[in-house]
């Protein structure tokens, strides 16, 4: 299993940035697909999590009504849209599956929110 996250950098306060993990080595389109972030000093949260089947599962409620997650299981890719950027949202950004009761983290990238 190899999850690579893609699209990160920095964006000003109220900009937007779109996320992508690749993903390879199992069955893509079987298997919930889920962003973490973790920021400085900080515990890595849930962001989002999308089902094999594209359904969205419960937001954080820090994000809610700013981040979308989405995927294409044919390009065996997920995807976290962010719009309206806060600083707060400044993290290093994990794209996670759990296949065959093994954890599977990608490698991280970095989101910056700064003026």
């Known amino acids: 299993v190899q999850l690579v996250e893609s699209g990160g950098g920095l964006v000003q306060p109220g900009g937007s940035l779109r996320l992508s993990c690749a993903a390879s080595g199992f069955a893509f389109s079987s298997f919930t697909m889920s962003w973490y972030r973790q920021a400085p000093g900080k515990e890595r949260e849930l962001v989002a999590a999308v089902t094999g089947a594209g359904g969205s599962l419960p937001y954080a409620d820090s994000v809610k009504g700013r981040f979308t997650i989405s995927r294409d299981n044919a390009k065996n890719t997920v995807y976290l849209q962010m719009n309206s950027l806060k600083s707060e949202d400044t993290a290093v950004y994990y794209c996670?599956?759990?296949?065959?009761?093994?954890?599977?983290w990608g490698q991280g990238t970095q989101v910056t929110v700064s003026s």
């Open positions: 996670y599956t759990r296949v065959v009761f093994r954890d599977y």
